[in-house]
Structure formats: structure tokens, C-alpha cells
């Protein structure tokens, strides 16, 4: 791909910017600026690697414009580097099919509506009532169950599995291993054993979601288990029934969160944070790693530890917690003290009111 | 389905109820109260939602008898609503196949012991001595392999892979993606390295079982992992080799038991919990979320922590921990009146014994 | 399996042992001291198991000298006698394929590198530019992407999906369900939506690796995600992108790691513990179960707690926590300890000073 082509790119999406360099350069490859070579992209986006930048050899460098001056080679200077740097190697390295194929190994129902461009790998098993939107990638074992419905452009991967009725938004990415719309945790007690209640609820993914691998997304029991537009979700997420996670929230690794439990909008939630049930949060929260959240959060703001509390008192307690041997030590000091004056006071001979 | 074929069943199951209303009408759905139409069974369980019973459109609601005069619609009166509710809703919802075929992608060795009444789906894989239980419906891509067993009316996922040898009692649900009798964490440290020990124990699953998705439940190293009757596990839950899983008891999402810990009978095990290796739980514990076990736990109760300890003092204990910086303030205005204190004390001239 | 075969099995890995017994025995399978019966091996490896040996059927046991004559059977005595079961028991029970055969319902490129001595079992997909090694086992539903590297000996467990490029070393071992070179979650936030940074680099997995099931090992962002040889890694692990495990690491079930975060050697971290990005710890730590690991680890040694600290610290720390009810109330008896001192001093008349 030719400078050139990039920096349009850049005006289609209406980004200004400053260009120093040949334009004519070719780029086939993103390299991080110590390891690229003259047809690499690279990117400048924290101050800890200007070094690193000095010493670069790559074709074009995204950075800011106060970095400029010190860059040897080709550069694009904006405002936000990264994200500039995000469509730039989309560009580069197009997630699409070889090709827009249906394989022979694939097994679909008859019904199955199929438009044109459309990539199904080896061994898929569609199911009857499905429809798939233009431009979908199907990867290889990936299991669409009765009535499922996936937008336009989206990429369903590797030994997905996606169950009854659920619906996927346009644009949206589920990776390998992740099962939509598995049966939710419903269980009523009944002398001493469980009685199963039926998970009628889907599975709505909105737009543009992104979803990793292994993840678990269960099905609403009544209504249905909501992931909004615009959010992205790592890998070995536990999605319980009826949650429902607001528009652009990112969630880590191995977070949980059990039953109809409703995450803001623009939520952050870090790796292995669990949510318990029937709680709400407001929007633009941020979670720490491990948090274990038992109460609404009815106010913005970071939250840390379990049960969770803002994440500032969370980080003092953490603190006093290890000066706890000390305060035991000092407690013990000051008894010492107070028992020496007690001492020290009832030995000596009061002077009788005259 | 008609009322009054609901009515038949609670009679099957010898549950004495007050029914109101006529028992010709016909539902075909279970919804919530607040969203139910004529042709919804709906279910009142909380008082909470007693403002939404007395506005429902419901076809038939089931309720505690105390809760009947409010109500609008033709409603059952039981002792227990949400368990009569599943029975219910099963009726509704049979989770049955669409039909009992042998998909023709399905590789299916040539000695597999196939009863009528069986659903194999697409690319399931059914490997030599194989025996399956009538009734079994085995989804796509589903592997079973060598000398697997599974009893009659089980449900074996999408994508399900249950390794050699390994037996699955009736009527047992296993969701997608989960992996029964993979090899157990077992190596022998040697000069930096790790040698393998072969795990060649099975895995041995109950009746009634129900397993979520993408759960991994390990082999036995010589005897057998074994989950007894009734337990109920969700999603992501790593049940490690020679685990035993007392019957009837329920674990929550991402859950992790270390190798040859026994659990209880009727145990609760909250998300995210955690428990060390060879431990054992007497019966009736229950754990909350997060909580990570390390030693015995000897006697039935609620447990919390890390390491756990009984819930109420842990509860305490996260009271006191919020409260350590005022403790710490409190002390330190203590040793200032101490020394103040001493200070008086020794500038007091002390009268000699006389 | 002859005692005189295993005898010799010893001979070629230069293990100094003592036999007692006859070594004209067959061996056909391994089993617990308690459950051995004379076709069976079985070890002892700890002193518990002293009452279990006097009793024992074993056909042969294996054991420590200084256990030697407890035992009423054939023995063979050795300094490491687990290490030594673990040799023997991968002669009894050679983890192998039934066949060395290509299923006809595998879906193979037409350019794939196909040694003999090759099992592939139904519905693997091993597209484009794949290679394997000679004596790969690629189990049902297996699916290896374009251009992915095998090494010999490997064994890909069933459903496990590598995604392009990525590569295996020797003798490595996948088990089922696993997904390696998934997308890293890399993301650049922009107007409250989450631009996708392509995922370019792979996943490298050195020789006599083992990783368990439903694992996810994303591929690097640029450069690789690194496992280096003989780590051992159990079920339901998060490796994010770049994360580099050092030699001879064990990582044991639900464990997670944040992107660009590195191991080093010979670290053993417990059950779901986590680590933060962008740390790196030294060789030879140990981090115990659900420890929270977010700052470099410099110094070997046993860490646990979140944000972790020395083990040996946590522990206290633990008691002390348990012990702050108790504080309290010596806090509070110390301040009325000091208040009637106070009350006291200041009733009693001063002498003034003369």
C-alpha cells in the first residue's frame, strides 16, 4: 500500500494531519519502530519509546506533532497517533476471507436465506430459518442454530456456536469457541433438587460488538440478554441471563457477571471482575482487576476490591492493611504506656480535698 | 396448551393448588407479568412484583395463595410458585430435537450401539463402542470418544467433545463447548521439567446432571473424577482430576476446584469461587462469590473470603476494614492524649511517702 | 507390560534403582495402593500412604529405599518415585492414536506438508500452507489455519482451533477446545467507540509445551506471543497478546495474564491468579491461588494477596485481619482506660510548685 493511499484514507475520515516524507513510499507490513524496516508502518504513542524513534528505520511513523521534529523517516503527525494508526493497519491487513465461498463440507438447511458474498468454511452447519447478511465470514465448524439472524459483514469465528433465535448485529465479530445463547443458570430449589426453568429469552448483539474466544453469552429466561452497540469483550467472559451491557463498554478477560445484572454505557471493566446479580450501574464506571461488585453503583467513577468501593479507598486500605502489624505493635506499646502511668499515678498519694 | 392440561400435570406431580379462572383457555408462551398477553403463562415469586401482578394481561398467572385475590386473571395458588412455574414452562417449551434423524454428516463408527429415538446432528463424531441411551440428541459437532457412555434422555451440546471411557447417567445435560474427561494437571517435577502422568481415570457423571458451557471437567489420574445426581454447574467452571461433586449441589459460573477435593452434598458455590486441592466440604455449605477455600470445611454453614471463613465474620471483618483509617486516626489522637497525660503526671511533684 | 521391560526403561534413562521381586510380572495397567490388584503398577509418594503399601496387591510398587521393606510386594526403590511412575506409567498407557490414518471427512488444502505417520481424525480442517510434523495427531474437528506450523509428535486436541501462522514446537500437546492466535484485544479508543487494531503477529510455542482445555492464547499485536519449552499449562487460561511465559512455567486452571506481560523461568502461579500488562517477574517465583499480581516481581520467592506481596507477609496479614474485631475492642478499652486516668490526674489537686 503506497503512502499516498494512506493519507487519503485519512482524509475520508476527515483526520488532519501534517505529512513529512515521499509519498511514494511503499508500505506492506505494521512493525513496532525498533524492528521495522522501510516498507513497515509504525507508530509513536508513548514518550518511552523516542529512543526508540530515533533510531527507526521504518517507512512511515504515525505520531503526534511535538514528536515530529525528532523522527528520521517519512511521518504523519496527529492528533491521536494510535487510533489514526488503528484504521492504517486496517487498511494494511484486511480481515476478510481468501475467498467468498460456500464449502462443500458445510451443511446448510434449505431454507437458509444466503445473499451474495458471503464466505462459509468447511464443516459449518446452518440451520433452518437463519439468515445471514452480505458479506459474512462463517469460519470453519461454526454451528448457527434455528432462527438465528447475523447482520451484514460480520465475522461468526472458528467452532462458534450460536443457539435459537439469537440476533447479531451488522459489523459485528464473534471469535473461536465462544457459545451465544446457551441455556441461562435458571433453577428452581425443590426438595433438595433443581427443577429446570426454561430459557426462553435470545441472545441481541448489537452493531460494530466484538466478542473473544471461549466466551459464554447466555440466553435470556423471559426476555432477552442485551450486549449493545459498540462494545468489545475479551476472552472467557461470562455473560448470565437477562444481562444487559451498555452501549461502548470494553470488558477484559475472564470477567463474570451473574443474572440480569444491567453495565452502564462506556463501562471499563478490567480482567477477572465479577458483578453478582440484579445490580445496575451508571454509565462511565471503571472496574479494576478482580473486583467483586455486590451493590449498585449509583455514581461515575473507578471502583476497586471486593465488595467494591471507589477505587481510592480502596488503594489507602490496601495500605493501612499492611501497616497492620505495626498498629498492632504501637497498640501494644501504648498499653505498656498507659499501664506504667496507671501505675505510676495510683502509687502515688493523693492529697485529700482541704 | 390448554389450562387445564397444565392442571393434569400438577396433578401428575401430586401438587395441590387452587386454580381460578377458566380452564379452557390456551397459552403458548411464558412471559413476564408485565409483558404477558392472553396466550402467556406468567408466575408471580416476589412481592416486588405485586404492582405489575395487579396490571397483568396474563393468560394464567401462578401465584401463592395469599397473593390470588389480587390478581386479575385466571391464576393457580401453590406453595411454590417458581418450582410449579418450571413445571410448567418444561410443558411449554419441550427442549426437544426438531427430529430423531442421524444426520448424514455425522461419523459414526461401525459398532456404536444405537437405540431408536435418537437425534445426532450434523458432524457429530461417535467414535468405536460407543453407547448411547434412547432418547439421546446429540447436537452438532459433538465429539464422543472411544467407550463413551450416556444414559437415556441426555442432551450432549454443540461442540461438546467427552473423551474416552467416560459415563454420562440419564437424563443429563451437557451445554456447548464443554469438555468432559480431558487429561488431568498431573506431572512429575524432574530437573526443571515436567513429567507427564498419564491420567487414566474417567470421568463418571450422576443423573439429572446439567453441565453449562465451555466448562472442563478433567479425568481422574487413577480412580475417577465423579459428579453425583442433581448437581447443576454453569458456565466456564473448571472441575479439576479427581474431584467429587456431592449430589444435588450447585456451582456458578467460573468456579475452580483444584485436584481431589471432595464437595459436599448440596453445596452452593457462589461465581468465582475458588477451592485449593485435596480439601473436602461436609454437607450443606454454601460459598459466596469469590471466596477461596483452602482447608476443610468441617461443619455446614456460609462461608466468604479469602482464605474463607464463616460469612458473618467476614462480613465483619470488611466493616472493620473501612474502618482501619479511623482506627488508625483514633490511635494516633490516643497515644497524643497519653503523652499529654504523662507529661502532666511527671511535672507533677510527687509528695514523698511519709 | 513385563516388570523386566519397565526394569529396562529405567536402564535407558539412567536411573539408579533397587529391585526386589520377581521380574517376570505383567503389568497392564496403574492403579492406588488401597486398589491395585496384581496386574497393577502403583507408587509411593508420600508418607500417608505407609498403612495403604503394607496392605497392597500391586503387581509392583515404586517407592523410596527407606520404604523398601514395609512393602509385602514386588517394589522397585528409587530417589524419585513419582518422576519414575510417571516414566513407567507413559509405557503402560502410550497416549497415542488407535490409527495413523486421515479420516475421509477431514477437509485438507491440497498443499498441506503430510508426512506419514500421521493420524487426522474426522472433520479437522488443516487449510493452506499448513505443515506438520511426522507422528502428529490432529484429533476430530481440529482446525489449523492457513500457513500454521506442527512440529512432530504433537498432539492437537479435538475442536482446537490455531489460527494463521501460528507455530507449534515439538512434542507439544493442545488439549481439546483451546484456541491459539485468537485476536489480541487490542483496541484505540476514539469518541467513545473502540477502533480495531489488527492483530499481525502470531503465537510461538516451543517443544514439550502442554496446555489444557477451553484455553485462549491470543496472537501479538505486532510481534509474537512467546510459550517457551516444557511449560505446563492447565484449563480455562487467558494469555493476551505479546505475553511471553518463560521456560518450565506452570500455570494451573483459570489463571490470567494481561497483554505484553512476561514470565520468567520456571514460575509456578496457582489457580486463578492474574497479572496485570506491561509486568515482568523474574525466574523461579511462586504466586499462590487468586493472587493479583500488578507490579514487577524482581526477587524470586512465594507471592500471593492482591495487590500481591511476599506470601509469608499476606499470611500474617491474613491473621492480623481476622484479629481486627478484637483490636477494636482493646482500642476501646484502652481509650476508657485512659479517660478515668485523665479523670483521675485532673481531679486530683496539684501541688503547686514551691
Known amino acids: 500500500m503506497r503512502i499516498d493511499s ?9 483526520i488532519s494531519y501534517q505529512f513529512k516524507g515521499d509519498s511514494n ?29 530515533e533510531q527507526t528505520h521504518a517507512g512511515l511513523v504515525i505520531l503526534k506533532p511535538e514528536h515530529q521534529a525528532l523522527c528520521p523517516v517519512a511521518c504523519v503527525a496527529v492528533d491521536a497517533p494510535y487510533y489514526v494508526y488503528s484504521l492504517c493497519a486496517q487498511a494494511l491487513y484486511p480481515d476478510l476471507p481468501s475467498a467468498y465461498t460456500i464449502a462443500a463440507s458445510a451443511s446448510l438447511a434449505e431454507d437458509v436465506i444466503l445473499p451474495n458474498g458471503l464466505c462459509i ?3 459449518a452447519v446452518i440451520k433452518s430459518g437463519v439468515v445471514l447478511g452480505q458479506g459474512c465470514w462463517i469460519q470453519a465448524g ?22 435459537r433465535d439469537c440476533l447479531i448485529g451488522d459489523f459485528t465479530r464473534i471469535e473461536s469457541g465462544t457459545v451465544i445463547g446457551g441455556e441461562g443458570f435458571g433453577w428452581a430449589p425443590h426438595q433438595g433438587r433443581w427443577s429446570r426453568i426454561p430459557q426462553v429469552g435470545r441472545v441481541r448483539i448489537g452493531r460494530h460488538v466484538s466478542i473473544g474466544n471461549n466466551c459464554c453469552i447466555d440466553r435470556g429466561a423471559l426476555e432477552d440478554t442485551v450486549i449493545e452497540d459498540h462494545c468489545i469483550i475479551d476472552n472467557l467472559v461470562h455473560i448470565a441471563h437477562n444481562v444487559q451491557i451498555g452501549e461502548g463498554s470494553a470488558i477484559a478477560g475472564q470477567v ?8 452502564g454505557k ?24 478482580k473486583t467483586g461488585v455486590t451493590h449498585d453503583i449509583k455514581q461515575a467513577g473507578a471502583f476497586a476490591g471486593f465488595p467494591a468501593q471507589e477505587a481510592v479507598k480502596w488503594q489507602k486500605q490496601t495500605v493501612r492493611l499492611r501497616q497492620l502489624d505495626k498498629m498492632a505493635a504501637q497498640m ?5 504506656q498507659i499501664d506504667a ?10 492529697i485529700p480535698n482541704q
Open 142 to 163: 461454526a454451528i448457527l442454530e434455528e432462527g438465528v439472524q447475523v447482520g451484514q459483514g460480520c465475522k461468526i469465528g472458528a467452532g462458534v456456536v450460536i443457539h
Open 6 to 14: 494512506l493519507l487519503s484514507l485519512l482524509d475520508e475520515h476527515s
Open 256 to 263: 463474570g457477571f451473574a443474572g440480569t445484572t444491567k453495565l
Open 266 to 289: 462506556h463501562n471499563i471493566v478490567a480482567g477477572q471482575a465479577g458483578f453478582a446479580g440484579h445490580l445496575s450501574t451508571v454509565d462511565s464506571c471503571h472496574f479494576a482487576a
Open 332 to 336: 501494644k506499646a501504648m498499653q505498656k
Open 341 to 350: 502511668l496507671q501505675h505510676l499515678v495510683e502509687s502515688t498519694p493523693i
Open 121 to 123: 468454511e468447511a464443516n
Open 25 to 53: 513510499g511503499e508500505l506492506t507490513c505494521a512493525a513496532s519502530l525498533a524492528l521495522a524496516e522501510p516498507n513497515a508502518l509504525s507508530f509513536l504513542n508513548a514518550s518511552q519509546y523516542l529512543p526508540a524513534l
